[in-house]
């Protein structure tokens, strides 16, 4: 099969088209027919030599796929040969095949394109587990979501939205700002040019706060929250130290919560992905929330992908294609 390697630490031009064995699979896991892998910023930080994949797990990037199932495992039940799946993964998603545990399996609904799936596994899973599964945001609370424009943060949008949320959306355009606006958002704050901390609190504070920039906007989340507010941190773009106001934070009695989705077990994960297939798929499947796919790219342009991921002016996900 055709994969995209890393043979060493370094820019774009490091991810390197190589042909490797199939995957073997476990008792417990499917074979996919890769159609198109997803493109996450975790996948540049591996690149770069900063987010290794965890102990046993493929050293391929990708974090998400989507396509047929070519094989099962012995013990693999409610699946068969043929199914259109996506799927989250560990690691290994850039190739023409993958090994996948079955619990960490969807199935795609009839009608949304198979490429357009590989859109929705990471994203989802990532929401959901951090919103809803730690942070429990609930309707008619105020969510804030860094980087609305972001694959993570037009997801987050969606599904604050369709369980009743309001929701409050930094971009640093206005172009970026009227696609959040279009998917739902309630609340535009323009970070080049606007004080997030001053409208968000003009508004009572933010109940749920998801967070990918980390440091640097450490001490304003803690004062952009509501009383008994929540702030999830799920990125450092914007740095991983930074010196925290303890006194700030029992005044606003709020809790941060640090997380991250590749290293979790794959029964932690499971859980994840079944409480998605119960709760967000239908809406998938009624088409309240959908991808949002800004552009896809043939497998061998995945140095190209990775680009338009740093320069940041993507709306949405950027996707390789087999």
């Avoid at 590989?118 to 989802?124: C, F, G, I």
């Avoid at 959040?180 to 323009?190: P, V």
């Avoid at 999830?232 to 303890?246: M, V």
């Avoid at 409480?275 to 800004?294: D, F, K, M, S």
Wanted: aromatic residues 4%; contains cysteine; proline residues 5%.
């Amino acid at each position: 099969m055709r994969a995209i390697t890393l043979p060493s630490f370094g820019d774009e031009s490091v991810l390197t088209p190589t042909d490797l064995p199939t995957p073997a699979i476990g008792d417990d896991e499917v074979l996919v027919d890769v159609a198109a892998a997803g493109v996450n910023r975790a996948d540049l930080m591996q690149r770069q030599g900063f987010y290794p994949p965890p102990k046993g797990e493929s050293e391929i990037p990708g974090l998400e796929v989507s396509g047929t199932i070519a094989a099962l495992g012995d013990a693999v039940t409610g699946w068969s040969v043929g199914d259109r799946v996506c799927a989250l993964l560990a690691g290994g998603g850039y190739a023409e095949q993958v090994a996948v545990p079955a619990g960490q399996l969807l199935p795609v609904p009839d009608d949304l394109d198979l490429v357009d799936a590989a859109a929705l596994p990471e994203v989802v899973c990532t929401v959901w587990s951090n919103i809803f599964m730690t942070a429990h945001l609930q309707p008619e609370e105020l969510l804030l979501v860094h980087g609305g424009s972001s694959g993570i943060g037009t997801m987050a949008i969606q599904l604050g939205k369709a369980f009743h949320a309001r929701v409050a959306v930094t971009a640093g355009s206005a172009e970026k700002l009227q696609r959040c606006a279009e998917l739902g958002a309630d609340i535009l704050i323009n970070y080049k040019e606007q004080d997030f901390v001053e409208i968000v609190s003009a508004e009572g504070g933010a109940d749920v706060i998801l967070d990918v920039i980390g440091a640097k906007y450490l001490a304003r989340n803690i004062a952009a929250l509501a009383p008994d507010g929540r702030l999830d941190i799920i990125g450092f773009q914007g740095g991983n130290t930074a010196e925290l106001d303890l006194r700030a934070l029992m005044v606003k009695r709020g809790s941060i919560v640090v997380t991250g989705l590749r290293a979790r077990d794959r029964a932690n994960k499971a859980k994840v992905v079944a409480q998605v297939r119960e709760l967000v798929w239908p809406l998938l499947e009624a088409g309240t929330v959908r991808p949002i796919v800004h552009e896809k790219l043939p497998l061998e342009r995945a140095g190209d992908a990775h680009r338009v991921l740093a320069q940041s002016q993507h709306v949405g996900k950027v996707l390789l294609t087999v």
